[in-house]
């Protein structure tokens, strides 16, 4: 079976990361009319009529040129101006505003859009040098800053987060339940796997064991890898798991949880075709983590 979530992730670019520092090749691929460019005001973009816009070299506005890579034949880049463009005009969104349109656009796309907007983000927060306050300056095609003062080099950071799906009772069986839980913020009925960020000096399994406890009280023992996806909203990996658990009582903290349930198989679809249970959708590999666990396709979606 395959997963939503791995769409994105079928065909991936080659980065090409041993040509950021030729400048001959990059000037070429450049000049080439057949390169593609995504423009990134910022951190945002601006898709048109429903779809994320790759522009000739020769239409680009001036900005930092970035390096995504090659694929389909062509070299794909991106180019990082000022945030003002997107402020003197409509219609730029940021990563979130575009899920819909990468949703229906090629899902190849994706991951050079995840690889542009990764490197803007971090190049949009990352403004001086943390040793010494210095200046920096790009290299390496936008994948490095190096310190003007101190010399020291800053690369791109990905910050791990685990995202699972917990069960408890015998697999398969009619009586397995699922956990899920719903922001405050969310509209009335969506629940979706648990997540949370790695602290340091904790492993993956430990982070998911931490986490459902702390949101939901509920204990894990048995972790298991499932899978990955880039998250830059801003610099995410989501690093996704199948979890057991060995109690169910629940009790939510009420902080970064509204609720919290246990699921079988024959609610949650009974109550996704109703509408009153409305599930992860799109490439999200919550989605992924769900259906795994439920055995198919579900009905219903964000």
Known sequence: MSYPHQMMAADPHDRAALHRTDDAWLEQRWADPESRVLVVSGTRIRPSGGRIEWVPPGEAPEGLRVLLGEWDGRAWFAVVTDAELSRRGEGWVPLRGLLPSLADD??????????????????????????????????????????????????PRTDPAVIMVVAHGEPGSDDERCLLGRQSVWPEGRFSTLAGFCEPGESLEDAVRREVLEETGVRVGEVTYFGNQPWPLPASLMVGFTARATSTAIEVDHDELEDARWFTRAEMREQAEAGSLVLPGGVSISRSLVEHWYGGPLPGHW
């Open 106 to 155: 090629a899902l190849a796309y994706a991951p050079l859009v995840f690889h542009a907007l990764g490197l803007a983000e971090w190049l949009f927060v990352t403004r001086f040098c943390p040793r010494c306050a210095g200046d920096l300056e790009p290299r390496k095609s936008g994948h490095e800053l190096v310190c003007t003062r101190c010399g020291k080099a800053q690369f």
